[in-house]
């Protein structure tokens, strides 16, 4: 992704300090349309919560420090975070707020 991403105007580094990417984050993807920023997220080692108000303050600060680029702004309603989790079932009502992007638990 560190690679493709400046080609669509993207800035990983504005997600994360430089070459610390968190644990947390699998990998970063564009839809085939170009019109939908998916980050994977594995969810085994934080509690759920705390590591969906932790990305939306991320991908908040992401979309702020990039809203001059035509391409985030494209993405800003087309955002997701999926999330792997095999623990008891989350609260699902995380999926619902859609304040910063969607997520789906896995």
């Known amino acids: 992704m560190k ?3 400046p080609e669509y105007g993207i800035y990983i580094d504005d997600l994360y300090d430089k070459d610390q990417k968190p644990k947390e984050l699998l990998n970063i993807f564009i839809s085939e349309h170009g019109d939908e920023l998916f980050f994977l997220l594995d ?7 705390s590591l969906c108000d932790s990305w939306d303050n991320r991908l ?9 680029s035509k391409v985030i702004h494209k993405f800003m309603y087309n955002i997701i975070q999926l999330i792997i989790y095999s623990k008891d079932v989350p ?7 859609l304040q910063i992007s969607r997520k789906i638990f896995y």
């Open 43 to 49: 969810a085994e080692e934080k509690d759920i919560n």
């Open 91 to 97: 609260d699902k009502s995380r999926q619902r707020n």
């Open 60 to 68: 908040r600060v992401f979309t702020i420090l990039n809203k001059k």
């Open 3 to 5: 690679k493709i991403a």
